[in-house]
């Protein structure tokens, strides 16, 4: 979708000091037949914003003639080549269909506004993270930055065939089914995380799922577990329904 024909969403984003890009494809596979990689050019997007861990752009798709944008994670991001992927958890929508039938030469625009990672002070003695198969690309480059820390992951879905950068090693991961819109995954996760929180000095939750089951953790894990904030991130990465 052309810059100019992005609805008030754009015009927002303008005014807030967004970089519009446009990107190319460049090749594209199926992982799983749930699950779809695009490899792209950046359009010079690299260059002008650098790179950081968690980093992610909005893509603009047309919705029958409406403007719509999601935010997805770079994947494997080179300054050297100008090149990136993107990973597409497949579902009914615009974004979706258009994944399915992305091909070399395709373009599309993005926008940069709003990325940014702040690293935990002082180091994770644990890390704690909440995801699903929309934020497991943030969830890999956050695994990725934190280097050595442990982790336990609740994953809401199962990774069956999914690149998942999980070392068994130092790792827990634990998949939990999505039901009652993600209320058991809420349900779990109180029951597992108090316990683990006492037992480690300087821990960091990091939540990424779908925005009520986000603001439902992010708001138990502040206010009932008392973590301050800034060993805290919570950001929804989609919306049910």
Not at 116 to 137: N, T
Request: aromatic share 8%.
């Amino acid at each position: 979708m052309r810059q100019g024909r992005r609805g008030w969403e754009g015009a927002v984003l303008r005014l807030m000091g967004a970089k519009d890009f446009t990107l190319t494809v460049t090749g594209a596979e199926d992982v799983t037949p749930d699950y779809r990689r695009v490899h792209f050019t950046d359009g010079e997007l690299l260059s002008h914003n650098g790179i950081h861990p968690t980093m992610w752009i909005r893509l603009w798709f047309d919705n029958a003639g409406k403007p719509h944008q999601r935010a997805y994670t770079l994947v494997g991001p080179d300054r050297e080549t100008n090149s990136f992927s993107l990973e597409f958890a497949l579902h009914e929508g615009c974004a979706s269909d258009w994944a399915r039938a992305a091909k070399p030469g395709d373009t599309i625009g993005a926008t940069v506004q709003g990325t940014g990672f702040q690293h935990p002070r002082p180091e994770p003695s644990h890390v704690f993270a909440i995801g699903d198969p929309a934020s497991l690309p943030a969830l890999n480059s956050l695994l990725d930055a934190l280097g050595a820390a442990p982790a336990t992951v609740w994953f809401e879905g199962t990774l069956d065939g999914l690149p998942c950068h999980a070392d068994a090693s130092r790792h827990d991961v634990r998949q939990v089914p999505r039901r009652d819109d993600g209320r058991h995954l809420v349900d779990r996760v109180k029951a597992d995380l108090p316990a683990l929180l006492a037992a480690t000095p300087d821990p960091y939750v990091w939540i990424a799922c779908d925005t009520a089951t986000t603001r439902a953790l992010a708001s138990y894990v502040r206010k009932e577990l008392r973590l301050p904030k800034e060993r805290t991130h919570a950001l929804g990465y989609w919306r049910a329904g």
